[in-house]
């Protein structure tokens, strides 16, 4: 089974509100060293966190970064954007935001599988409940297609020994849900879920109740997950 003990990990979006957790928690669980990832790395005073510029929209930054992290272990694309774009109207914002949460994290991962075959090792991919419920509009289109891109990345790398796992969830407290009025969960929760479904081997981590409710209604008639189409009807 994947184990933090020993690892070497790379954390996307280290600044954020869960990649802060993911750093100090993978530390907490025996990682001995954490690249703390973004576009303008902060200093951690911890010789076990290497900060690491890193804009996953720039193929030349995700290169820069594989060739100094090749000895990474596990891979968290945890670097995400929420810009209020829609899959309706004008498409400019909807594209910049699949250069973030989709098309990031596929060149994040496709730059470091050398290393993760090498290593034997495993990524995580943290999606969200809204990958299975499009009431996020664009955002959950982005979400979405990463899904759907993680199932194929987990069938194809297994055959090379790299574990590829998802994480999926509603709101977490962090900056970039602060203008969403909805129950939040605590983000320590949510990535101590993470972690404990990578050393489980787990494929899917489903890291609150609300996810494996959505995720369970997906065999149903659409109607179940949204009730809007009922009430819309003449």
């Known amino acids: 089974m994947p184990s933090l003990d020993g690892a070497v990990v790379l954390v996307t979006g280290a600044n954020g509100g869960l990649g802060t957790?993911?750093?100090h928690q993978a530390l907490d669980r025996g990682a001995v060293k954490v690249y703390a990832a973004a576009r303008n790395p902060r200093d951690w005073n911890d010789d076990r966190i290497v900060p690491l510029v890193l804009d996953v929209t720039s193929p030349e930054s995700i290169a820069a970064?594989?060739?100094?992290?090749?000895?990474?272990?596990?891979?968290?694309?945890?670097a995400g954007a929420l810009n209020g774009a829609s899959v309706l109207g004008d498409l400019?914002?909807?594209?910049?935001?699949?250069?973030?949460?989709?098309?990031?994290?596929?060149?994040?991962t496709n730059a470091f599988t050398p290393a993760l075959k090498t290593s034997r090792g495993t990524v995580l991919n943290v999606l969200s409940v809204l990958s299975w419920l499009g009431i996020g509009d664009?955002?959950?289109a982005t979400k979405a297609a990463l899904w759907q891109a993680t199932n194929t990345q987990r069938i194809t790398l297994a055959l090379e020994g790299v574990h590829v796992a998802s994480l999926h969830l509603g709101y977490a407290d962090?900056?970039?849900?602060?203008?969403?009025e909805a129950p939040k969960l605590d983000p320590a929760d949510v990535v101590r879920s993470a972690y404990d479904g990578i050393e489980a081997g787990s494929y899917e981590?489903?890291?609150?109740e609300l996810?494996?409710?959505v995720k369970?209604?997906?065999?149903?008639?659409?109607?179940?997950?949204?009730?809007?189409?009922?009430a819309a009807r003449p």
């Open 21 to 23: 957790h993911f750093v």
């Open 65 to 78: 970064a594989a060739d100094v992290a090749d000895d990474v272990t596990i891979v968290i694309n945890n």
């Open 92 to 108: 400019a914002a909807a594209r910049e935001l699949f250069e973030t949460n989709f098309w990031g994290a596929l060149a994040v």
């Open 138 to 140: 664009a955002y959950s």
């Open 174 to 180: 962090t900056p970039m849900t602060r203008d969403v």
């Open 205 to 208: 981590i489903l890291a609150d």
């Open 211 to 213: 996810s494996g409710r």
């Open 216 to 230: 369970a209604g997906l065999a149903g008639p659409v109607e179940g997950l949204y009730p809007q189409l009922a």
